[in-house]
Nanobody, 123 residues
Framework: QVQLVESGGGLVQPGGSLRLSCAASGSIVKINNMGWYRQAPGKQRDLVAS???????NYADSVKGRFTISRDNAKNTVSLQMNNLKPEDTAVYYC?????????????????WGQGTQVTVSS
């Protein structure tokens, strides 16, 4: 019923930039928090950045000053602008959103995840 579709990953040299985007679609009543996580090989999935419906943001210390999260509530999208990328930013990046949906006239709140997009930072 709800899908999160990510785009924008790829291969970039150290110091370069990438922009990730994620679009939510389906029977959406409201989207609460949205965010991006990442998971490197052999490591746990960690929060990169999050943004509330009122656009309050939160960042992992490792990306502060380099990454910027934003959202467009009218389009149900969230983006992550990544600048000055480092090899240690290499990971699969996942979009997530806390979404209110409607089913048979009742409301349901659930966390949804995208399929992930690979970001590789290498020379």
């Amino acid at each position: 019923q709800v899908q999160l579709v990510e785009s924008g990953g790829g291969l970039v040299q150290p110091g370069g930039s990438l922009r990730l985007s994620c679009a939510a679609s389906g029977s959406i009543v409201k989207i609460n928090n949205m965010g991006w996580y990442r998971q490197a090989p052999g490591k746990q999935r960690d929060l990169v950045a999050s943004i509330t419906s009122g656009s309050t943001t939160n960042y992992a210390d490792s990306v502060k000053g380099r990454f910027t999260i934003s959202r467009d509530n009218a389009k149900n999208t969230v983006s992550l602008q990544m600048n000055n990328l480092k090899p240690e930013d290499t990971a699969v990046y996942y979009c997530t959103a806390n979404i209110v949906t409607t089913l048979y006239s009742s409301l349901r709140v659930q966390n949804y995840w995208g399929q992930g997009t690979q970001v590789t930072v290498s020379s």
